[in-house]
């Protein structure tokens, strides 16, 4: 048996026979099946013509993507504090270069995902460190299609996924409604930075960013829904805003821009 993967958005399956009939998460209307119809592959295929790079992004923070892309090609945040390091969202690839790559750079404590569009391999990834807990929101629980003991669904509107840290996974809704952003305060040389992957995404114009239910498709998200992405990462400073892409990043006076880009967006939809 082996753990199928979803090639158009990287969703890892659990063990089975042969491939699944269907991706649930790429039926989904925030998703799609691509053109070609539904493809699978595994992760040892994936090892033959892929590999992973680590960058040093800034301080503390370290990006991880695959190449040549994968699915919907985006990139992971290892966050390195003083209680070990957080792998924030996941990618499907993980080989032997990158594991000890980043067990050069002090090992992995603890994963933690934004939503289910980043789910990729996170069981692998776990198991390659020890079983490291993996923290989900518990409203995306139906989305999870590959259980195991090391998933932690923790609830509510903020948590600590690595205790001694200070960081902080905050729920914003919207895309979906566990959708969550990590606050780091310590970055940015301590002004503070907010990691989204999608939750709130950095657009072509990086002064701005964006909010949707779906962004392949293209559907919005209601003013009710701004507000409270808004209002769920207002206590928190930060300077920074890295999204789930290498170019997704505002440099400064990201508070500022949420804010800005929400009243632009509440304009346009007629709610302001």
């Given amino acids: 048996m082996d753990s199928f993967i979803c090639i158009t958005c990287g969703t890892q399956f659990a063990e089975t026979n042969g491939p699944p009939t269907r991706c649930p998460i790429c039926d989904d209307e925030r998703q799609y099946v691509g053109h070609g119809g539904q493809q699978w592959t595994t992760l040892a295929a994936l090892r033959t013509g892929h590999r992973n790079t680590l960058e040093d992004i800034a ?17 992971a945040h290892l966050i390195a504090t003083p209680a070990g390091s957080l792998l924030w969202n996941c990618i499907s690839l993980i080989d032997d270069a990158t594991e000890a790559e980043i067990e050069r750079r002090g090992g992995l404590a603890a994963i933690a995902i934004s939503h289910p569009h980043f789910y990729s391999s996170a069981v692998e990834w776990s198991r390659s460190f020890g079983s490291a807990p993996i923290w989900l929101h518990a409203d995306d629980r139906e989305w999870v299609m590959r259980p195991d003991p090391a998933i932690h669904f923790w609830s509510g509107d903020t948590a600590d996924p ?6 902080t996974l905050i729920r914003c809704g919207g895309h979906f409604p566990g959708s969550c952003a990590i606050h780091w305060p310590a970055g940015a040389n301590g002004t503070g930075v907010l990691l989204t992957g999608d939750t709130i995404t950095v657009v072509a114009d990086r002064r701005w960013v964006s909010f949707m239910y779906s962004y392949p498709n293209d559907i919005p998200l209601g003013a009710d829904a701004i507000r409270r992405i808004v209002a769920a990462v207002e206590p928190y400073p930060f300077h920074r805003l890295y999204g789930g892409w290498s170019s997704a990043v505002v440099v400064a006076d990201a508070k500022a821009t949420v804010h800005r880009s929400a009243e632009r967006y509440l304009r346009h939809i007629g709610a302001r």
């Fill in 59 to 75: 301080d503390g923070l370290t990006g991880i993507a695959t190449e040549p892309k994968f699915a919907i090609g985006q990139q």
């Fill in 162 to 167: 690595l205790p001694g840290s200070d960081l």
